[in-house]
């Protein structure tokens, strides 16, 4: 019913910046929350950003806050994220997720949670 692809990720120095982005296509709900995830080689599935598209509200990590900014995600439009001052430690595929009804706050930073996910795109950063 829904279908992610992302795209954006590559090769940056640390201290660059890279604009990841998730093309959204097939049919879904005004309610949809959508977030990014990161999965480095041997660690679990991580919480980056969220976005509720309806209300407005952002949520982000501790370990990226006020580098990475999130935004779109609107029924059939792209959702971005925009990551600023990368570190090395910022190195993993990262995935956008989708689901089709409005996850609590509680719910929200849980990868199980989400329905929909994106084929993964790969972000490395060099020291």
């Known amino acids: 019913q829904v279908q992610l692809v992302e795209s954006g990720g590559g090769l940056v120095q640390a201290g660059g910046s890279l604009r990841l982005s998730c093309a959204i296509s097939g049919r879904t709900y005004s309610a949809t929350v959508m977030g990014w995830f990161r999965q480095a080689p041997g660690k679990e599935r991580e919480f980056v950003a969220a976005?509720?598209?309806?209300?407005?509200?952002?949520y982000y990590a501790d370990s990226v806050k006020g580098r990475f900014t999130i935004s779109g995600g609107n029924a059939k439009n792209g959702m971005y994220l925009q990551m600023n001052s990368l570190k090395p430690e910022d190195t993993a595929v990262y995935y956008c997720a989708a689901d089709l009804v409005s996850l609590s706050d509680t719910y929200i930073y849980r990868a199980d949670k989400y329905d929909y996910w994106g084929q993964g795109t790969q972000v490395t950063v060099s020291s």
């Open positions: 976005i509720k598209p309806s209300a407005g509200s952002t």
